[in-house]
């Protein structure tokens, strides 16, 4: 039982390229949620699948794209990346939207 | 809009101290209050999950308390360990709407 895992664990990209995060669940939960950490920010949602097939923008959605290929998979895509996407990307997952998250050991992306 | 804060930002203690690491918010209509330990360099690790219909959740040396009327929530840390220095976040809400404090660092010297 693996938990929540994400694939890349470090990325560095130039200005403008594109990347999928990769993030996979084998819990069996609905929710699947992406964030991003910065420094004196904390942690903030970027989007969310409440069950597969929906996905919803959270509080910093621009500049991203996200897929839920299905009830395990929930991958979140940069199209054209800037140096403002520079964070720590932090999968998650919960088998409701209102019980605990379980969180994967993150992405540590710098775009320069 | 919920806000979560967590006062002091950054808290050292010595070995074997009781402490408690406290958490506010402004919407007490939440669903659940949820406890994390963060690592260095690592990712969220539940610690402690109160239903907004308990008052409180135990694990081994951990307490956590919620009371709603008044916003608060507590982390009671019993016998602490140089094991236990971490970031320790707190975090109000249910669904898309869980809102994140930015933690308190805690260092146990030996």
């Known amino acids: 039982n693996a938990g929540v895992t994400q694939t890349p664990k470090f990325q560095v990209l130039k200005t403008g390229q594109s990347m999928t995060l990769q993030c996979a669940q084998d819990?069996?939960?609905?929710?699947m949620y992406w964030y991003r950490q910065d420094p004196g920010m904390g942690l903030r949602l970027i989007y969310y699948?409440?069950?597969?097939?929906?996905?919803d923008k959270g509080e910093v959605p621009n500049g991203y794209n996200v897929s839920r290929l299905n009830k395990r998979e929930f991958s979140l895509r940069l199209e054209s990346a800037a140096p403002s996407q520079t964070s720590v990307y932090f999968c998650?997952?919960?088998?409701?939207?209102?019980?605990?998250?379980?969180f994967g050991p993150g992405t540590r992306l710098t775009v320069l | 809009k919920q806000e979560v804060t967590q006062i002091p930002a950054a808290l050292s203690v010595p070995e074997g101290e009781n402490l408690v690491l406290n958490c506010s918010f402004t919407?007490?209509?939440?669903?659940?209050l949820q406890w994390f330990r963060q690592d260095p360099g690592k990712g969220l690790t539940s610690l402690l999950l109160?239903?907004?219909?308990?008052r409180e959740q135990t694990s081994g040396r951990l307490n956590a308390s919620l009371d709603k009327s008044s916003g608060r929530s507590t982390l009671y840390i019993a016998a602490s360990q140089p094991g236990d220095s971490a970031t320790y976040l707190c975090?109000?809400?249910?669904?898309?709407?869980?809102?994140f404090g930015k933690g308190i660092t805690l260092s146990v010297r030996p």
């Open positions: 109160i239903q907004s219909s308990q």
């Open positions: 975090a109000a809400g249910a669904n898309s709407k869980l809102t």
């Open positions: 919407d007490s209509a939440i669903y659940n």
């Open positions: 819990m069996n939960h609905n929710s």
């Open positions: 998650a997952s919960s088998r409701e939207g209102g019980t605990g998250r379980v």
């Open positions: 699948s409440a069950s597969e097939g929906t996905t």
